[in-house]
């Protein structure tokens, strides 16, 4: 295991596992022997590899996604107007106008009394099968608002797998 290491006018060596990267530092007394060191390092391996693997994990939370573009925008228009027809006449439902618009928390929203439609901005990011299945989603709640039964049974019979692509799309 790699390690910095600083000597002091020192009694104990001390370990230090700095964010964020998770590098290594140590402080010895001026005279301890290298190997000595080394041991101690080693004997508290398990916790320094925890601590780094938790340091990775809030990086990774913490790095911020890039904005998406007007021509990632533009794209996921194109891909809407492509896909929804064929919902449409498969399903016999069909949104008064549809919207694509910047949703943190949700992939799509109907209004059942407008038949407005909208689309979640970040969908531009996943794949035509996640896609289609909010398409579906939507255009079923303009026949049901909640997600009963009924709701289910439209996706069933339109999409049979639809619990999986949900999986999926959380896990993206
Ligand atoms: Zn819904």
Not at 36 to 44: C, P, R, T
Not at 137 to 151: D, I, K, Q
Not at 156 to 167: K, N, T, V
Request: with cysteine; glycine share 2%.
């Amino acid at each position: 295991m790699e390690y910095k290491l600083t000597r002091k006018r020192i009694k104990r060596i001390n370990l230090y596992v700095k964010a964020p990267d998770g590098r290594v530092e140590v402080t010895a007394p001026l005279f301890t022997p290298k190997l000595v060191i080394d041991a101690f390092v080693l004997s508290k391996a398990d916790w320094i590899r925890k601590k780094q693997a938790q340091m990775a994990l809030s990086a990774a939370s913490e790095r911020p996604e890039e904005p998406i573009s007007e021509a990632e925008r533009a794209e996921l228009k194109e891909r809407i107007a492509r896909l929804l027809p064929a919902w449409t006449e498969r399903t016999g439902l069909k949104p008064s106008s549809w919207h694509v618009r910047s949703m943190r928390t949700r992939w799509g929203s109907c209004n059942t009394r407008t038949g407005r439609v909208n689309f979640a901005l970040q969908l531009a990011r996943k794949d035509d099968e996640c896609l289609n299945y909010i398409i579906l989603h939507e255009l079923a709640h303009l026949r049901v608002p909640n997600h009963g039964p009924e709701f289910k049974a439209i996706l069933d019979a339109h999409m049979s797998d639809w619990r999986r692509i949900r999986r999926k799309l959380k896990a993206q």
